[in-house]
């Protein structure tokens, strides 16, 4: 049976070595040194940063190989869990910031409704990273 929980301290180790397999399957850098480790951050089973206008940010959604894909749906139940997160929060509107080698990420954002959207259409609050060059926003509520 697959959880979700929030991080906890005793998974520290367990994610380091997750998203360091994960940042090697690719030829660029996945994450952005100069930003602070998503272990830094108080939910780690995602990332979120409330904006104005009922407006949030997802920063990080890593899902080891093995696990991603349809059969077992852990993409999904973590992206699900954003979901209900921001309704319980009365958030109107996601967006996020990938980078354009995710291929497979771009179509998972794009079947659960997030919008490509350029970058000068981001909000003024919204933290870049300056590896990202492919951003959406979905919206939840109008």
């Keep these: 049976m697959i959880k979700i929980q929030r ?3 005793a998974h520290k180790q367990e994610i380091a070595k997750l998203i360091h397999n994960i940042a090697s399957e690719f030829e660029l850098p996945i994450s952005n040194p100069n930003l602070p480790s998503p272990l830094l951050l108080d ?6 940063n409330k904006m104005e206008n009922k407006q949030s940010i997802l920063k990080s959604m890593f899902v080891k190989k093995e696990y991603r894909g349809k059969d077992l749906g852990i993409s ?3 992206l699900n869990t954003v979901f209900d997160w921001c309704n319980s929060q009365n958030i109107h509107s996601i967006y996020l910031g990938t980078m354009s080698q995710f291929k497979a990420a771009h179509k998972f954002y794009e079947n659960n409704g997030f919008e ?11 933290i870049t990273n300056p590896i ?5 926003l979905k919206r939840l509520r109008l």
């Excluded at 939910?43 to 979120?48: D, E, I, Q």
């Excluded at 990202?132 to 959406?136: E, G, Q, T």
């Design 7 to 9: 991080f906890e301290e």
């Design 43 to 48: 939910k780690y089973w995602v990332a979120l």
């Design 76 to 78: 999904q139940l973590l």
């Design 116 to 126: 490509k959207i350029n970058k000068n259409e981001l909000p003024t609050s919204f």
């Design 132 to 136: 990202d060059d492919v951003f959406y």
